[in-house]
């Protein structure tokens, strides 16, 4: 029997990682959109495969591990995972384990964060400017 018999969803990790990249966190994503996050990756030099967790998801992860109430890294995984499953119920049902994901964390380098400390100071900066234009006291 071929895996595709069993799980459809196994030979298209892709579409599993797009369906991740797509969960909202409208609030965050305003201010680094995806476009961001992978710029910052090929400034970094940073080259990655196409996996279940992308860049994009790592960091979405990482930010909203530092938002959550619990701050913990788990806690911020289930909640992502959460959402995506409620969104893509024809996904599977378990999430990566915690070492995969704790993997993936580990592969962003710290330039990818440098860079988009970068983008986030430059968006802040830029609407800091643009504010003070509109409202001169």
Request: charged share 20%.
């Amino acid at each position: 029997m071929l895996s595709k018999d069993i799980d459809p969803m196994d030979e298209k990790p892709s579409a599993i990682s797009s369906a991740l990249e797509s969960i909202p966190l409208s609030s965050i994503r305003r201010i680094l959109p995806d476009r961001a996050i992978l710029q910052a990756c090929d400034q970094a030099g940073y080259v990655f495969r196409r996996r279940l967790i992308t860049p994009v998801v790592t960091v979405l992860h990482m930010l909203l591990a530092a938002l959550w109430p619990e701050e913990s890294l788990n806690a911020s995984w289930q909640v992502l995972w959460s959402v995506f499953k409620s969104r893509h119920p024809e996904c599977p049902a378990h999430s990566p384990s915690r070492g995969n994901v704790a993997r993936a964390r580990a592969r962003l380098p710290l330039a990818v964060w440098q860079n988009l400390f970068g983008w986030v100071s430059m968006c802040l900066c830029g609407a800091q400017v643009s504010q003070t234009a509109t409202n001169p006291q």
